[in-house]
């Protein structure tokens, strides 16, 4: 099972809001889980990741949460703002093999 | 400035001419990778490459071919178009920290 399930899809939030991005997988062997967000016309570029040995990461105002008994994670960010309004991508990975990624969710911060 | 360079940025093709998209990253990165970013599929991998002279297939590798003779180089080669290969084409590096370095996309469009 090497499929990681994101959602929503899109996502529409005001400023100052938080914005929460879910995934979920199945494979217990994963073991990095990392956050992508991506601007239009541009690559994804890593923004945030964590380990399963810790159940929270925050980096400004963003938070990876992660609940290893259930096997899901979650994007937080808190007090959004229009400069967030990107696509997000999830994704996760088996020791060194390859990233599994996420299907994406687009955020769109309104003013 | 590190970077991933992909060519061309954008283009508009006819089913059966043969293309190449070029990627050249100049971190002197031992893993480099292609993806496809298709709406609601997320980035799928299509082909990857360890090092020079060594490349695998990802998921979704039909009508496609790479090759790896220098580090630095990673061209994507699509023999014969079809529509169905109409996508926006990343390709990425990896840093020792398992972090990906994405391009900034090639956007092809087969008629």
């Known amino acids: 099972q090497q499929q990681v399930k994101q959602s929503p899809q899109s996502l529409i939030v005001q400023k100052g809001g938080i914005s929460i991005i879910n995934c979920a997988y199945e494979?217990?062997?994963?073991?990095?889980f990392p956050w992508y967000q991506q601007f239009p016309g541009k690559g994804p570029a890593l923004l945030i990741a964590?380990?399963?040995?810790?159940s929270e990461k925050k980096e400004g105002r963003f938070t990876i949460s992660f609940n290893k008994s259930a096997k899901q994670f979650s994007l937080h960010i808190m007090d959004s703002q229009p400069g967030d309004s990107a696509t997000y991508f999830c994704?996760?990975?088996?020791?060194?093999?390859?990233?599994?990624f996420g299907t994406g969710t687009r955020l769109l911060v309104s003013p | 400035e590190a970077q991933v360079t992909q060519n061309p940025r954008y283009l508009i093709t006819v089913t059966g001419k043969k293309l190449t998209v070029t990627c050249s990253q100049n971190?002197?990165?031992?893993?480099m990778s292609w993806y496809r970013q298709d709406p609601g599929l997320g980035l799928r991998q299509i082909y990857y490459?360890?090092?020079?002279?060594?490349?695998d297939k990802g998921d979704v590798p039909e009508g496609y071919k790479v090759s790896r003779k220098e580090k630095r180089n990673f061209p994507l080669i699509l023999e014969s178009p079809s529509p169905n290969q109409t996508s926006l084409y990343f390709c990425?590096?990896?840093?020792?920290?398992?972090?990906?370095?994405f391009g900034e996309g090639s956007r092809l469009t087969v008629l």
């Open positions: 494979n217990t062997a994963f073991d990095y």
């Open positions: 990425a590096s990896k840093r020792n920290t398992g972090e990906l370095f």
């Open positions: 964590i380990r399963p040995d810790v």
């Open positions: 971190m002197n990165h031992e893993y």
């Open positions: 490459s360890m090092n020079v002279e060594v490349t």
């Open positions: 994704a996760a990975r088996p020791g060194f093999q390859k990233l599994v």
